[in-house]
């Protein structure tokens, strides 16, 4: 079977997103800073001199993001990336993973090599599905799952690179691999102060949006995400209708965005 292509398994970003767009309590940002620490300290994958040395001392770094969908993990890996120089590749698990004996491996081989070669960042996306914990041998598809784990853990040893996963299942990550991983940062879901700031961050400065406005949307439990996505939903319908983003708009795309995902209960319950 052919071996497939980088960029079918993989999709480089740009990263130009700087430490003021993050969103996130003190600790976390401290949690972020000291990563981006530890590998400022660590030898440079691309450095031909000391490529051997880097292998031998094991200068490879995994570092794990948790937390629900939407609470900033990819934008914090976006951050690291561009605050450190480096590219950003992010893994497309449903194409690494294969249903034919060692074409995984053959894959994630691939990805290994070219991040080494660019000196770039792996964000596998919803690790949990590749990275999850080793289950006992029942059939032909537990053991060569096992398989991929152990080898993914090996593979990790020797990387000189840094690797970031971010999953949403804490719990379901294989407890090696957490031991290996140098770093765990949390995403919570974000309180009342951090939602009026991403609201604040989000809407268009010539909304007219007013201080209880604020207020009451700050109330409103979401993610960053789910706010975002609000806040452009109505921006576009306001431009588009040549008037100013307000209130009424925001909780109309409120209410899109719920039902999008299902919800069909009243959309604008503060609690």
Do not use: C
Request: proline fraction near 4%; aromatic fraction near 4%; hydrophobic fraction near 45%.
């Amino acid at each position: 079977m052919a071996r497939p292509e980088f960029d079918k398994l993989a999709v480089a970003l740009r990263p130009r997103a700087t430490w003021t767009d993050l969103v996130l309590s003190p600790r976390q940002l401290k949690a972020l800073r000291q990563v981006a620490a530890d590998t400022r300290a660590r030898i440079p994958a691309t450095d031909p001199s000391t490529r051997g040395r880097a292998r031998a001392s094991s200068t490879g770094m995994v570092v794990v993001f948790a937390g629900a969908s939407g609470t900033g993990k990819t934008l914090a890996a976006e951050v690291l990336a561009n605050e450190l120089g480096r590219s950003l590749y992010r893994i497309d698990l449903s194409r690494v993973a294969s249903k034919y004996i060692g074409e995984t491996e053959k894959n994630l081989e691939l990805l290994f090599d070219k991040a080494e070669a660019d000196d770039a960042i792996l964000l596998f996306d919803e690790a949990d599905a590749l990275f999850g914990k080793r289950s006992e041998v029942k059939d032909s598809h537990d053991r060569y799952a096992n398989i991929e784990v152990g080898y993914l853990l090996q593979r990790m040893e020797s990387h000189v690179g840094i690797v970031i996963l971010e999953t949403t299942r804490r719990n379901a990550i294989d407890p090696a691999l957490l031991r290996r991983s140098r770093h765990v940062v949390d995403f919570p879901q974000p309180g009342a102060a951090q939602r009026r700031a991403l609201w604040e961050k989000a809407i268009p400065p010539a909304a007219a949006i007013q201080e209880p406005d604020l207020r009451k949307l700050a109330r409103m439990e979401m993610s960053g995400g789910r706010i975002s996505a609000i806040a452009v939903d109505a921006a576009l319908r306001a431009a588009d209708a040549s008037l100013p983003v307000d209130m009424r708009m925001l909780m109309e795309a409120m209410i899109r965005e719920r039902r999008k995902r299902g919800i069909t209960a009243d959309d604008t319950d503060v609690r």
